[in-house]
């Protein structure tokens, strides 16, 4: 191919500079160079590197001043020692090959992808190094909650050797150590003997048992649950140490209590008495509603205090139990002023009800 050929490879025309052809050169490899337009133009790169190479052979051979302006004699050339002269030394120009390149290389921007890798190499170590922190940092916690584990199984074993070593065979009596464990303080161990409790035959003994715990003070939320599956209302010495504590559960354990009452057909009024001293507005509503019919309404101290309410739920729990057990007549001005004044429609309509169609004195 001739140098016309290459010069119009690099866009240039007869009679173009060396300076012309190594500005082009840079100009092309810097546009089609495969680490930036991508590899794609890797044939396009060739073409124009092929010609470029072509071109500076004939510079260095000193036949490029026939097709352009080549180097005149006694001129520097990039590829003269300085005098002018190209040939040199072969271990000369072998030598000059190796030094460190000092700044953009003619031959094409692999400095740019040698920066890209640096920084994709940096990039992905600091990754590596957040990815192996995040691994310790798992394998701590799962060390750390196997060890716990090993800790409360251990604990559970133990102290399942030690009920099973204090449990005489079972032959449907009571346990000499039963009641020993029952009073324990240990949740856990109270609940194992509940279980044994429930297996007693006695079913009197296992009553006044249940009882006696009960007794003893507000019980735990485990210990609650387990009694009221363990016995119904009609029981009556379990019954009275449950409703004891009435005022002194909280909002969940008093709702359970109050609807074991309930759906157990309970009717002692005396069972239903303590929850009425509650703070909370559900519970007292959830009373209310279960409130046993026929047995009247709770003590005037209780009525009192609740119709002294302003929340609208629990005004309309009384105004039903009233309506529905027959009003006193102490409570007839403040259901006055329920009828005629209060910011609930609801409140106003029952308690006008009630006004209305109370006996005639």
């Not at 680490?35 to 190479?53: C, K, L, T, W």
Request: hydrophobic share 40%; net charge positive; glycine share 10%.
């Amino acid at each position: 191919m001739s140098l016309d050929m290459d010069l119009k490879t690099l866009g240039l025309s007869p009679g173009a500079s060396w300076e012309d052809v190594k500005s082009a050169f840079r100009r092309l490899a810097r546009t089609y160079h495969p680490d930036v337009a991508g590899p794609e133009h890797s044939v396009r790169f060739a073409e124009i590197n092929r010609a470029y190479m072509s071109i500076r052979e004939a510079v260095q051979r000193g036949t490029y001043g026939a097709y352009g302006s080549a180097t005149s004699a006694g001129a520097s050339s990039p590829f003269s020692g300085g005098t002018g002269t190209y040939y040199e030394g072969r271990t000369q120009r072998r030598a000059r090959s190796r030094r460190p390149s000092r700044g953009i290389r003619i031959g094409g921007l692999g400095w740019l992808s040698s920066l890209g890798s640096a920084i994709a190499r940096g990039a992905s170590a600091i990754f590596n190094q957040e990815e192996r922190r995040r691994r310790e940092s798992e394998r701590r916690a799962q060390e750390l909650e196997r060890i716990i584990g090993e800790a409360m199984d251990l604990a559970g074993n133990r102290l399942d050797g030690i009920l099973r070593r204090s449990r005489p065979a079972y032959d449907g009596s009571s346990s000499p150590h039963l009641e020993t464990r029952l009073f324990s303080r240990h949740p856990g161990v109270v609940v194992l003997a509940m279980e044994e409790l429930r297996r007693l035959e006695d079913r009197a003994l296992a009553e006044r048992l249940m009882g006696s715990l009960l007794s003893r003070g507000v019980p735990d939320g485990e210990v609650l649950k387990k009694a009221l599956g363990m016995f119904r209302p009609a029981c009556s010495e379990v019954a009275r140490a449950i409703c004891r504590w009435g005022a002194s559960y909280g909002r969940e354990e008093a709702v359970s209590v109050i609807r074991w009452l309930k759906y157990g057909g309970a009717r002692d009024r005396a069972l239903f008495k303590p929850f009425c001293s509650s703070q909370d507005p559900v519970v007292l509503v959830t009373l209310l509603d279960a409130w046993p019919m026929g047995c009247g309404l709770p003590d005037v101290s209780d009525m009192s205090r609740l119709l002294k309410f302003e929340d609208e739920h629990l005004l309309g729990a009384a105004l039903r139990l009233i309506k529905r057990e027959g009003p006193q007549g102490w409570m007839m001005p403040r259901l006055e002023r329920l009828a005629s004044s209060h910011g609930s429609a609801a409140v106003r309509v029952w308690a006008s009800a009630i006004v209305r169609t109370r006996p005639m004195e």
